[in-house]
């Protein structure tokens, strides 16, 4: 069935450092591919998405690029921050007929970011 | 400013009382869902709903219910048929086809 695989957390960076949180996905067909976030005691907020194979999802600096070959949206960061501290869920979206979408989630990613 | 609210942020259930959790959203979108979220988990989907007066079963539905009397909201009740209630709920909501779905703060429910 169609599922959505992160790597494990927590990730532990210091500020400044180079991020990545591998996604991997199984899907039928060529799903839309999306990174959530969630701060603490927070609801998900849309990070960035792509709906294509080649597309790159860039927001705040953090940026996917949807690689059909490998099923694979990984997220990336150039330099991390403090504030940055939060767990990311990678997604895809799945429609049926009638426009109904249905989002699969991984089980999140922790990232604790230390000065 | 549009948006999603879910109110309460806490709220307290006790053994075989059933308890309603309010999701109300000002954006005019048609599509409304519910997750619940536990502890390392993902989201899982409990109920979701596309127009008014219609809504079917997700993939976590039983020992919840819901009605959508009016577009902008979309309560769920957790019944005493639900063993272990514990976690943390989050309504969305999308605008017809489109695919990002928007997401309220959240109410965490816990068990006296």
């Known amino acids: 069935g169609d599922s959505v695989t992160q790597m494990e957390g927590p990730v532990t960076l210091s500020e400044e450092a180079f991020l990545t949180i591998n996604c991997t996905y199984t899907a039928t067909g060529y799903p839309s591919l999306f990174w959530y976030v969630q701060y603490p005691g927070e609801g998900l907020q849309l990070l960035l998405k792509a709906t294509k194979a080649d597309d790159k999802g860039s927001n705040k600096g953090f940026e996917a690029t949807y690689r059909k070959e490998t099923t694979s949206f990984h997220l990336e960061k150039g330099s991390v921050q403090v504030s940055d501290s939060a767990v990311y869920f990678c997604?895809?979206?799945?429609?049926?007929?009638?426009?109904?979408?249905?989002?699969?989630f991984g089980a999140g990613t922790r990232l604790a970011v230390h000065p | 400013d549009g948006g999603i609210t879910q109110s309460p942020k806490y709220l307290f259930r006790k053994e075989g009382q059933n308890v309603t959790l309010s999701c109300e959203q000002n954006?005019?979108?048609?599509?409304m869902y519910w997750y619940r979220q536990d502890p390392g988990q993902g989201l899982r989907l409990i109920y979701y709903?596309?127009?008014?007066?219609?809504?079917q079963k997700g993939d976590i539905a039983e020992g919840y219910s819901v009605s959508r009397e009016k577009k902008e909201s979309f309560p769920l009740t957790v019944t005493s048929a639900q063993k272990n209630p514990t976690a943390f709920y989050l309504c969305?909501?999308?605008?017809?086809?489109?695919?990002?779905?928007?997401f309220g703060p959240g109410t965490r429910l816990l068990v006296l």
């Open positions: 954006l005019n979108h048609d599509a």
């Open positions: 997604a895809l979206n799945l429609m049926f007929s009638g426009g109904y979408n249905k989002l699969i």
């Open positions: 969305a909501s999308t605008e017809g086809s489109v695919e990002t779905q928007y």
């Open positions: 709903s596309q127009i008014v007066n219609d809504f």
